[in-house]
């Protein structure tokens, strides 16, 4: 059963820890979605982890002779409805779709990357930045986590907060980034393909200066709520 104070691991490593194609996967997937430069792998590990709870617990219900009433059916109809609060799922998709979730799916689904698919920031790295420096709000909840997995429902919510002085509308980040998503909307309506986002170095570099300069002592990282791994699973 096991000692009640301490929690069961919820993420499980690799069993062979020195494959290089997994370790080649990784390290891309970690550049991809700006995760972190030291434990990053383990941010991959624990999404691949709750991927693999959820194939698991499909394909039990895959396995059974009959699901289509009694307990299973019920099991089955609320792991879709979650899956589909959670934006893993299309509308209309069944118990068997859940074998095609992948990692990248789970990835994208946290809030460092909504944030930037929302062209909250410029790249993967800076929506990060934002997010730990209290920049970025679901609602009214300021947020601090990157690892917190945004439901749908939240997605439209998603904003500056308020005491964040990226919320006035004239900020020159604010400008600067209209300006980068004008830039890439044309050149997609040019081209016919979704073009490679190239960011100035120097604008996202004044991006870290800016959330290090808040005035505000709610924006400054402290080692109090810095997120830690347990709580951005």
């Known amino acids: ?5 301490f929690a069961r691991a919820k993420i499980r490593t690799p069993s062979h820890p020195w494959k290089q194609a997994r370790i080649d996967e990784e390290h891309a997937l970690k550049e991809k979605y700006g995760l972190k430069k030291v434990g990053g792998m383990r941010e991959i590990w624990r999404e691949k982890s709750a991927l693999r709870r959820h194939r698991n617990q499909a394909m039990k219900l895959i ?9 299973f059916a019920r099991e089955k109809t609320d792991m879709i409805e979650s899956l589909l609060r959670k934006g893993l799922l299309p509308e209309g998709a069944g118990i068997d779709d859940v074998l095609q979730i992948t990692a990248e799916h789970m990835l ?25 420096h209290g ?18 429902q939240e997605e439209d919510v998603i904003q ?9 509308s004239e900020h020159q980040f604010r400008k600067d ?6 830039t890439l909307v044309s050149d997609e309506d040019e081209d016919g393909v979704e073009p490679v986002r190239v960011v100035d170095p120097e604008f996202v570099e004044q991006v870290k200066r800016d959330a290090a300069a808040s005035p505000s002592t709610e924006d400054t990282v402290s080692t109090e709520n810095k997120p830690t791994e347990e709580s951005e699973s």
């Not at 059963?1 to 104070?5: A, E, F, Q």
């Not at 920049?135 to 749908?152: A, C, E, R």
């Not at 907060?161 to 919320?167: D, E, I, M, R, V």
Request: charge should be positive.
């Open 108 to 132: 994208s689904r946290r809030l460092q990357s909504v944030v930037y698919y929302r062209g909250l920031a410029p790249t993967m790295r800076s929506s990060r930045n934002l997010i730990v």
């Open 63 to 71: 396995g059974k002779v009959d699901t289509s009433e009694g307990h």
């Open 135 to 152: 920049h970025i709000s679901i609602g009214d909840q300021k947020m601090t986590v990157p690892g917190y997995h945004v439901l749908k």
């Open 177 to 182: 980034m209209e300006e980068l998503r004008l």
């Open 1 to 5: 059963m096991g000692d009640p104070k």
């Open 160 to 168: 500056y907060s308020t005491n964040s002085p990226f919320a006035d």
